[in-house]
């Protein structure tokens, strides 16, 4: 039974799932923070009030954030595109609508979901998989089906909540599909990946259908300052002074830059601004300095609104 305080009617407030606890847990709150949510916290845990917007938290495991979006319970929801895809391809078999999509990759939870097989294996690619009524134990069995139904293989998909890299060694499965950060888990297990079948990371989900209430203006704000965040991540504002002589120098060194912007400086020289993608690195500033800039600076940017 859903908790009726947590109905799916039209609402004034906007209500976000993340993982409770776990890799995406702190990432996401973080994620939030800087785009200027506040909760208080709850004593029991699961929902945190929205103090300076009305967004709310939902803190839950990471398994039910699609299908809180899917019933309605929740609006938006950070979660691995693993575990989104997997549960549509799980809609698609069984006959159900989408009811939800990716809205933005969000760079945290980077992760490949990958086919390994024993270490002593000869890998020549997919083919070799058919024909021999192989087993592959995984906790995405929706995303291995398609992967195999495209490559035309005809292997057997065994399910398993957990533990997955133990299967061949259990006998429960010849090869295994599994989540890949570092692929130390697999080389512990003898194991190694051979097949790329999604390249994940930690993404904001949203409905299939936008709100039709006061939710889609906040949905909106937040996604905009969503992509804000995003953008800021290692810019820096370089300002400088140099004489004009010097421009074309410094502009060659700084061709991978955004615009120069030049401004009339004190005692004939200009003032100069521009912004970097990236760190700017000692060597950068010494080299600047040789060709002619004065009063270098480096500044982070702290919000900006494009
Ligand atoms: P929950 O208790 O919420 O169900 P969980 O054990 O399923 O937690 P985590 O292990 O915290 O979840 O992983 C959450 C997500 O982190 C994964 O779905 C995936 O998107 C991402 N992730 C990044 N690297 C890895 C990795 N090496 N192994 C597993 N997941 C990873
Ligand atoms: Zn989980």
Not at 79 to 87: A, F
Not at 181 to 204: I, M
């Amino acid at each position: 039974m859903m908790n009726p305080t947590l109905g799916t009617a039209t609402r004034d407030r906007l209500r976000i799932a993340i993982q409770k606890s776990g890799r995406l847990a702190e990432p996401a709150r973080k994620l939030l923070a800087a785009c200027g949510l506040s909760w208080r916290e709850s004593r029991d845990k699961l929902f945190c009030y929205g103090e300076t917007l009305p967004v709310d938290l939902l803190l839950v495991r990471d398994d039910d954030i699609p299908g809180l979006i899917a019933d309605g319970v929740c609006d938006l929801g950070v979660v691995g595109r693993n575990e989104l895809d997997e549960q549509a391809g799980a809609r698609a078999r069984n006959g159900l609508p989408q009811a939800y999509r990716e809205l933005r990759g969000l760079g945290f939870g980077q992760c490949r979901l990958m086919l390994a097989v024993p270490e002593d294996w000869e890998w020549s690619g997919p083919e070799q998989l058919k024909g021999r009524g192989l087993r592959i134990a995984t906790s995405y069995p929706a995303i291995l089906a398609q992967w195999l139904q495209r490559q035309g293989i005809d292997a057997q998909v065994v399910e398993l909540s957990g533990s997955v890299e133990i299967a061949p060694r259990l006998g429960t499965a010849e090869l295994i599909c599994d989540l890949v950060s570092s692929g130390a888990t697999l080389l512990a297990n003898q194991l190694k990946p051979v097949e790329n079948l999604l390249d994940s990371e930690a993404v904001l989900a949203g409905p299939a259908h936008g709100f039709d209430d006061a939710r889609a203006g906040l949905a909106q704000m937040l996604l905009r300052r969503v992509d804000g965040v995003l953008q800021l991540k290692d810019r820096k504002l370089l300002m400088f002074s140099a004489r004009r002589e010097s421009l074309p120098e410094l502009e060659r060194l700084l061709q991978d830059a955004g615009p120069l912007v030049q401004l009339p400086g004190a005692n004939g020289s200009l003032s100069l601004q521009t912004m970097c993608e990236g760190a700017v690195s000692w060597q950068q500033l010494e080299d600047l300095e040789r060709a002619g800039a004065r009063e270098l600076m480096v500044l982070t940017v702290e919000r900006s609104l494009a």
